[in-house]
């Protein structure tokens, strides 16, 4: 069975840096791209950032340019989201997801405290 596991949210100050890291079981992610997606409150989900396979290309949503990082250790299964100078407006439920497969995570809580 193929499961995704979010970790590393928290409560942080604006200005401050977090990472989270996805973590997958049941199968191997090095052939597979992953996205992070993140739903504020009261809001729709919307996409963060993705990378492909072997990491060698990455994309981000232009509100998280410049400020998140998405990278992936194949090696350890996991991929990872670096966020650097968060703001208030990044609060959040952060997913990540394998398009391919219509695979979520349940997602890590970030609050961003002004």
């Known amino acids: 069975q193929v499961q995704l596991v979010e970790s590393g949210g928290g409560l942080v100050q604006a200005g401050g840096s977090l990472r989270l890291s996805c973590a997958a079981s049941?199968?191997?992610?090095?052939?597979?791209?992953v996205r992070w997606y993140r739903q504020p409150p009261g809001k729709q989900r919307e996409l963060v950032a993705g990378?492909?396979?072997?990491?060698?290309?990455?994309y981000y949503a232009n509100s998280m340019k410049g400020r998140f990082t998405i990278s992936r250790d194949n090696a350890k299964n996991t991929v990872y989201l670096q966020m650097n100078s968060p703001k208030p407006e990044d609060t959040a439920i952060y997913y990540c997801?394998?398009?391919?497969?219509?695979?979520w995570g349940q997602g890590t809580q970030v609050t961003v405290s002004s």
């Open positions: 997801n394998l398009p391919s497969r219509n695979v």
């Open positions: 049941g199968i191997i992610t090095s052939i597979y791209a």
């Open positions: 990378i492909n396979s072997d990491g060698s290309t990455n």
